[in-house]
């Protein structure tokens, strides 16, 4: 189905409008620098200057551009029928959202209605491997307990829906409503072999079904890498603003719309940050600065090209003129110092502009291989964001899980109050169950008649999970130099050559304490150091559940001043380990 203004006079009347008023934004866009260099990538350049960047397009022609291949795509990916494992259910999360069957990517069509928030996911119902690609849809009242929906957007022959955005169009900017109370409206890329084009289609009842616009695409550049918009009302200029990506030219472009139908260039952000092969899924959003005030962040997903490999979302803290982005530095920043959280979306419509992403909690390197067989993909908690000063003054993003307490249920009692060096506590952990840890720690001075070592030159503090097959998962602090390690190698339930399994992060350098909140739920492990300003993602598989939590000081005693252990709830009705 199909849709248009509901009055055609309204509709020429706003094309006209647009078109006139567009045009007057437009000659600003184009007279910023950055667009009048993009317009012409192939034009000569004067001698010295610098080729725009651009990436070889893909050799797979018969799928979407981009850089993870979707055997899904391929004649007879499908045809198999999809088996369902021992190891679907004990690695299935319990309170990570997950899809029933197929295979899931990123988050998508982030918004608040009003009354529910809705997920939409990019979803292969047919196959666990990417293509074919979906809107998959679950919807909640409190971003933790899902309900599964119908599919929202399928692929058509026009081509998959790839990564989009939801909004809600309540004045009826676009006219494609017909009562005055609007609607819900998403902005998507269909994708197919020779292009990626910008669609929109509209919801009549909030967000369950959608009907594509007659007049589809609604932004077309005549590209096979032009993808992932997300779209914005921006308020001081009382216009939508678009973010899109370039893919293969590692630009960000930003467009204006007053009708959400008629776009019109404003400016190109980069190529800027991290070097890679596609960028992906750029999102903008106005974030709170603790203490006061608020920076504009613009994410950008860059696959692969990750320092810790593959995908990885940068982000970069600036102003936004409702134009241009503008950074603040040329300093980027990284989402996670794991390398499990991808194609960070954010949610609109927010009450009181809550700063909130979810992540797809996935890697692009070994998504598509992982141990389990009729569904695969899973999404991060949701994370409310802040932006805070770290020790050297600069603004960087500070994530925690949104609403968590919520889902604690019996405590597992875990008195620790000191550990001398050399020595450990240890709790058993009921198996299967999704846990939070709460820890607090200061590792003493270091004794001055100690010799230096290989345990570190102040003390190190380790946390594991582990069990009695050998298997350890660990987290640990080293005081001397403020550096918080993950290693995950030490689980035997799935090997691939990109599945590194170490990760390290700095937190505060001459600081022996830290602070940390573990969430871990079967296949996921997500870490929260320092409030958040560090942190780390990442899949984990043992063979055995882990039963066991050890804390441990190596080098110099701690002093442990909380440590706290929750069971938590299970959000959803899936066949899982409990
Ligand atoms: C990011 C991405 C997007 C694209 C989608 C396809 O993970 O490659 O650029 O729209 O996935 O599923």
Redesign the pocket.
């Known amino acids: 189905m199909t849709n248009t203004p509901s009055d055609p006079t309204r509709r020429r009347a706003l094309s006209s409008f647009v078109a006139s008023s567009l045009a007057a934004i437009g000659t600003v866009g184009l007279s910023s620098k950055a667009s009048a260099d993009v317009s012409s990538p192939t034009s000569t350049n004067a001698p010295g200057k610098p080729t725009p960047a651009q990436a070889p397009d893909s050799l797979r022609k018969d799928e979407?551009n981009?850089?993870?291949p979707?055997p899904a795509d391929q004649p007879g990916a499908t045809v198999r029928p999809i088996v369902k494992t021992g190891s679907d259910v004990f690695y299935r999360p319990t309170v990570h959202f997950s899809p029933t069957t197929g295979f899931m990517?990123?988050p998508n069509g982030l918004v608040f209605d009003g009354e529910r928030y809705h997920l939409y996911y990019?979803y292969d119902p047919f196959a666990p491997y990417?293509g074919h690609?979906h809107w998959g849809h679950a919807s909640s009242t409190d971003m933790l307990h899902w309900k599964d929906q119908p599919i929202a957007i399928p692929e058509t022959e026009a081509g998959?829906a790839?990564?989009?955005c939801a909004v809600m169009d309540r004045a009826n900017a676009s006219g494609l409503f017909e009562n005055s109370k609007g609607g819900m409206v998403a902005l998507?890329?269909r994708?197919s072999p020779d292009r990626?084009a910008q669609y929109l289609a509209t919801s009549h009842d909030n967000g369950q079904s959608f009907t594509e616009y007659t007049h589809n695409p609604v932004l077309d550049i005549g590209s096979n890498s032009f993808?992932?918009p997300q779209v914005i009302f921006h308020k001081p200029t009382n216009q939508w603003v678009m973010v899109v990506?370039k893919?293969r030219l590692h630009q960000i472009a930003f467009y204006a719309s007053i009708d959400l139908i008629h776009w019109v260039h404003l400016s190109d952000f980069g190529p800027s940050g991290l070097f890679g092969v596609?960028y992906?899924?750029p999102n903008l959003i106005e974030v709170p600065v603790e203490g006061g005030g608020s920076r504009w962040v613009l994410f950008v997903?860059v696959?692969p090209g990750g320092p810790t490999g593959g995908?990885i979302t940068q982000y970069f803290v600036g102003q936004f003129d409702g134009t241009r982005f503008i950074p603040d530095d040329t300093v980027i920043g990284l989402t996670d110092f794991a390398k499990d959280a991808?194609?960070l979306q954010v949610y609109g419509n927010m009450p009181k502009a809550e700063a909130v992403s979810i992540a797809?909690l996935g890697n692009?390197q070994y998504c598509q291989e992982l141990p389990t067989q009729s569904w695969r993909g899973c999404m991060t908690l949701p994370r409310t964001m802040t932006l805070r000063r770290d020790f050297a003054g600069w603004l960087r993003l500070a994530q925690t899980p949104r609403g968590l307490e919520t889902l604690r249920d019996t405590a597992i009692a875990f008195e620790v109050k000191r550990i001398a060096a050399g020595s450990s506590a240890q709790v058993a952990l009921p198996p299967g169950k999704a846990l939070e840890l709460l820890l607090f720690v200061t590792v003493d001075e270091r004794p001055r008649d100690l010799p230096l070592g290989d345990k570190g030159r102040t003390g190190r503090f380790v946390i594991t999970f582990g069990n009695d097959q050998g298997e350890t998962l660990t987290i640990g602090f080293d005081a001397f130099s403020g550096q918080l390690w993950l290693d995950r190698d030490e689980l035997k339930g799935f090997a691939q050559p990109f599945f590194t399994g170490q990760f390290s992060t700095v937190l505060n350098p001459d600081d022996r304490h830290f602070e940390i909140r573990v969430v871990l739920d079967a296949c996921t492990l997500e870490i929260f150091a320092n409030g958040g300003l560090s942190v780390g993602t990442a899949l984990i598989f043992p063979v055995s559940p882990l039963d066991f939590l050890r804390l441990e000081a190596n080098g110099a005693g701690a002093t442990v001043e909380r440590v706290e252990l929750f069971q938590l709830r299970k959000v959803m009705e899936r066949e899982t380990a409990v």
């Open positions: 979407p981009a850089s993870h979707s990517n990123d990019q990417a690609v998959e790839f990564t989009g998507y890329t994708a990626q993808r992932d990506a893919s596609d992906e899924c997903s696959n995908s991808y194609a797809w692009w």
